[in-house]
């Protein structure tokens, strides 16, 4: 689909070496670190908000989503079937500098979550003089989606899959002689994970448009796996959220959607290949 990333120009005009090429991208990633570090400048200052508001949220039993998921049960006449009385989740630091630690941990992984558009420009910087004018037509936009899905992602992962995730797991026991204790660190790399694993995952689309464009996926194929994918949906969904209906349905809908979106971008740019490897008399 792209030229080699090694056959570039300068803005001379002139062949740049393999130096040169390091060199730029160098300077690319510098200013995308310098960015993260200006996002974690800004949540490190506002970490009493950011901490206590943010990634304490979803194990605070009046959280958005679990005060939305209370009154819809209320308007369905299901009464507290979706409202949460508490959640027992008691967090501990076994570390002396684990707390201190994790202060840059979060306004890092804030950072880098706040300048991610910025980020992937400098990369998209980096990639787009490889590209013929074809391409670059084909990619109009490509920054705003790829953010959008990126966005949508992390608030997916924040809004519903964590608070699933939270409230099961503090729940969860194999006795009521065992009392449910985590630390600090292990309830934060598992809010990380959920939060910037969606924000990754939701990027499907465009990892199969291009993917698709190559050649190396097809609609049909997935097609084909399509009923092992759903299943793949609803076993993740039984695992990190409560049992029942309602909430599974409310983590497999837009994971099962964003599969079904994937195959209709795949159709289309495998007809479009079709298209253009057609003889000139036909097309």
Known sequence: MAKSLFNRKSASGAEMSFVDHLE???????????????????????MDFFFGQVVMGPANKDFITYRILCATSHKLGMGNALCLEDINLKLISTEMSSQFMMSFTIAFIGGFIIAFPFVFWEFWRFVKPALTTKELRKTRGVIF???????SGV???????????????AAYTLSPLIANTFTISDYIDNIVSLVLGTGIVFQLPLVVYFLAKVGILTADFLRTYRKFAVV???????????????????????LWLLYEISISIAARVNKEAEKDTLPEEWS
């Open 24 to 46: 730029a991208l160098r300077w690319h990633i510098m200013r995308a670190l310098l960015a993260i570090l200006v996002g974690a400048i800004v949540v490190f200052i506002y």
């Open 145 to 151: 989606w790829v953010s959008l899905l990126f966005f």
């Open 155 to 169: 608030s997916f992962g924040y809004f519903l899959i964590a608070p699933y995730t939270v409230n099961f797991f």
């Open 232 to 254: 793949i949906i609803l076993v993740i969904a039984a695992v990190i959220t409560p049992p029942d209906v309602v909430s599974q349905l409310i983590v497999t809908v837009p």
